[in-house]
């Protein structure tokens, strides 16, 4: 853009000067002299022209500014084009691994979504698990409350015998003590009281 605008510049001047004035341009030349006034280089290069025309000076030296500053903004432009042909390279660059991390993190996200899932439903049957084995210990605490209470009751029926069955055993060894001493020849008057005792304890 730069460059174009010096070449313009440069033709429109040169076209101007070799009319002999500014003023004697034909409408087009004006034109675009207006429009080049607007922007501050192109004020400053007409301003320049101008009071250099003035002044009566050599138009080689027009020639010759026109011409370093055609060659500066060229220099300048190859200086822009080639950092933005760095930039271009640096953000296709940039944008490359963007696209790359987009597809790793896409990538990384597809298989974090498989597992979840599959973490869910591994949750899913862990919570049935987990509930049938609550259900079983409460059938199994429950069956033991129970069995608990029947083996207790057992002993107390167990040791009511056991007691019933001393008790029984130790009646009849008095009444076979009582019967020895009445093989042996001891009175029946005199084993009376204990003869009542025995059959008591029988009895009982």
């Known amino acids: 853009m730069k460059v174009t605008t010096a070449l313009c510049l440069f033709g429109i001047v040169v076209a101007c000067v070799s009319a002999g004035s500014i003023r004697r341009a034909e409408m087009d030349t004006k034109t675009v002299l207006s429009e080049l006034d607007q922007h501050p280089f192109g004020n400053a290069l007409i301003s320049m022209v101008a009071l250099h025309l ?10 010759v500014l026109l011409n370093q500053l055609t060659s500066q903004l060229n220099k300048q432009q190859e ?3 080639e950092q ?11 944008i490359r691994n963007f696209q790359n991390q987009i597809s ?57 015998a056991l007691a019933e069955h001393q008790q029984g055993i130790k009646a009849l060894d008095g ?4 019967l020895n001493h009445l093989q042996s020849g001891t ?5 009376k009281k204990r003869f009542e005792r025995v059959t008591a304890e029988l009895l009982e």
């Open 187 to 191: 009175s029946f008057v005199q084993l």
């Open 84 to 94: 933005n042909r760095t930039n271009q390279a640096s953000c296709e660059e940039n």
């Open 104 to 160: 790793t993190l896409t990538a990384q996200r597809n298989e974090n979504i498989k597992l979840r899932d599959i973490t869910q439903a591994s949750l899913n049957v862990a919570e049935k698990d987990l509930r049938e084995t609550i259900n079983a210990l409460n059938l199994n605490q429950q069956r033991l409350t129970q069995g608990q209470a029947q083996r207790d009751q057992e002993h107390n029926e167990y040791t009511n």
């Open 79 to 81: 200086e822009d084009d």
């Open 54 to 63: 003035s002044t009566n000076g050599p138009l080689e030296e027009i020639v």
């Open 175 to 178: 009444a076979i003590q009582l």
